[in-house]
């Protein structure tokens, strides 16, 4: 049954705020938004360090980044971050901020911006 886009918004908030940590096990990402909607929640991120990741989770501070494919690493991680309510407590308020310093209307802007120069560049 597909739900309608509010319902399904609802849910998500509600699921990201309750989790501890969102893993986000890709093998690279267009940016990682899905991060930056858990870190909008106060859920900090674990993930490879590949391409997209590496700009949506600030390693150390809003979540960690762990070598690709070094999995004994990212269960030592998830389990460290578990287990350290102090240290997950603070990253979280880092990444509801850092959260807050993204916008569709900002990235729009940014884009719009490169596309500019593209063309000025061209003629």
């Not at 319902?7 to 930056?36: C, D, F, M, T």
């Not at 590949?50 to 501070?61: H, K, N, Y």
Request: net charge negative.
């Amino acid at each position: 049954m597909k739900r309608p886009p509010h319902v399904w918004n609802q849910e998500k908030i509600a699921l990201l705020s309750s989790a501890h940590l969102a893993l986000v096990p890709s093998v690279r990402e267009g940016y990682g938004i899905v991060v930056i909607e858990a870190n909008a929640c106060g859920t900090v991120a674990v993930g490879w360090r590949v391409p997209g990741l590496q700009d949506s989770i600030r390693d150390g501070e809003t979540g960690i980044l762990v070598p690709f494919g070094d999995v004994q690493a990212l269960g030592e991680q998830l389990s460290n971050l578990l287990q350290d309510h102090d240290r997950r407590t603070t990253m979280a308020e880092c990444a509801k901020k850092w959260s807050r310093t993204h916008s569709w209307d900002k990235a729009a802007e940014e884009f719009g911006s490169v596309m500019d120069s593209v063309i000025s560049e061209r003629n």
